[in-house]
Nanobody, 119 residues
Framework: QEHLVESGGGLVQAGGSLRLSCAVS????????MGWYRQAPGKQRELVAIIAGGTYTNYAESVKGRFTISRDNAKNTAYLQMNSLKPEDTAVYYC?????????????WGKGTLVTVSS
């Protein structure tokens, strides 16, 4: 069973926008905060944005003012609206709950969605 399914990535020019979606298994979505992460080639995965309690949000400094995280509890879905994209935003984007979903004693991650920003 897939607990996290990310979508919405693609190729976009610098300055463009994308909206990522993350479908979450109902058993995990309703009780946890949600986060978006990204992993660029050769770099560690980093937390980009988090939403908790429906109203609390926090962002990495590198995306503040450009990215917006949101969630639709009725659809068990989290979103990441990305505006004014830069080439350095190129990465595979993942979502997860906070704390991270664990399955069989290991951290669980979806396949992610690739965002490529051309200059």
């Amino acid at each position: 069973q897939e607990h996290l399914v990310e979508s919405g990535g693609g190729l976009v020019q610098a300055g463009g926008s994308l909206r990522l979606s993350c479908a979450v298994s109902e058993s995990f979505f309703s009780i946890n905060a949600m986060g978006w992460y990204r992993q660029a080639p050769g770099k560690q995965r980093e937390l980009v944005a988090i939403i908790a309690g429906g109203t609390y949000t926090n962002y990495a400094e590198s995306v503040k003012g450009r990215f917006t995280i949101s969630r639709d509890n009725a659809k068990n879905t989290a979103y990441l609206q990305m505006n004014s994209l830069k080439p350095e935003d190129t990465a595979v984007y993942y979502c997860n709950t906070e704390p991270i979903i664990r399955v069989n004693g290991r951290d669980y991650w979806g396949k992610g969605t690739l965002v490529t920003v051309s200059s």
